[in-house]
């Protein structure tokens, strides 16, 4: 649809959201031809325009008295916002991206604040700073105490993503979701400078203690879903943290480093020099950086992304921190029942088997295909699969089931 190979995997991420609201196709479509082989910069105004256009729309509802459309309104142009912003990742912080990144948190509070009931931001305590929250009630069970689905992202989607990725399908079920942004994630990175840490329990553990203080939830009924990157950080959580009554991984990893240790060993490491990453000779390192430079999206995904979450300014420091985002010793820890995913083609679920066999819990493992249309990472080719499977899960699990209660 978009004509650069990075433009087309960030700009085409929205369609996924089409079943809940945060794109259509048409939309999509106008977008990519305003970008046409433009650069970054032609990329990022033309979401930004859509964006403005929609909550211009927005405004103007409101002003008619029509709250649903301008709520919808609203929400839809905190996604393109947040689209708009992705390939301009890296350090120094790009001015572009901090203005959008506010205008984005501005319209989904705008699109919040119309919800029924009234939906407000909220802080985390977490070691003397705070993590940006929300809390979404169940649909049709908003004032009623329910289970909570808290859902994590990961490497480089926001609050707004995880939204329409999982929460409306959650909600919609009748789970209440909880949202936030971690270290290394969305607000908490750009707005705080919080780096991305493997020790997800940590800040999980602040996330349910502020979870079972809300008066609506279930403290016995608490499970955390994380999709891309947090299908290892929702593991890693739930390895320390055993407040939790299941564990979703969407797909579920290992190691971060994973699927970079085959492509070290292409470039001429030996198996044992690619068991650590940090470590490469440095004529690998040089092949690998070499080859990383080579690739727009590569770049984007280690350079631009990978060094600005991590806090790292080479290659050899960012795969040093890479490694300590490891299962190792701690998968056999995980006592709540756990789902993983693994779609057909989505790198990140290599180790997913793996990762299942090590499991001593109550486990459960669901792939999806291509043929279905959910072949991709995080199944967004049909999104809507991926949550009706999840959540029939979640419906099935005694520990956490909504069923139960609508």
Known sequence: MFKEPLHDRLGTWALGYIPYGGADIGEVEAIADAVGSGDDGAFHDAWIAAADRLMAEGSE????GRRGSARDLYLRAS???ATSYHPLYGEPLDPRLVAAQRKQVDAFDKGMALSNPAVVPSQIALEGTTLPAYFIPAANHSS????LLILCNGYDAT?????FASAVAGSRRGYHCLLFDGPGQGSALIRQGLRLRPDWENVVKAVVDFAIALPLVDPARIALS???LGGYLAPRAASGEHRLA???ADPGQWAMPSSFRGFVIRLGASPEEANNLGELDPSVMDRAWQFINADPVLRWSVVQRGFWVHGVDNLRDYLRSAEQFTMHGRAELIRCPTLLTAAEKDPLAKDAQFLFDQLRCSKSLI???SAEGAGDHCEMGNRSLLNRRVLDWLDDTPTVSSANWT
């Not at 009623?144 to 289970?147: A, I, L, N, T």
């Open 367 to 369: 792939r999806f295909t």
């Open 226 to 228: 994380g999709w891309s």
């Open 144 to 147: 009623e105490v329910r289970p």
């Open 246 to 248: 299941a564990c979703i």
């Open 61 to 64: 509802a409101l002003n008619k």
């Open 79 to 81: 996604c393109f916002y």
């Open 159 to 163: 609050i707004t993503d995880i939204y």
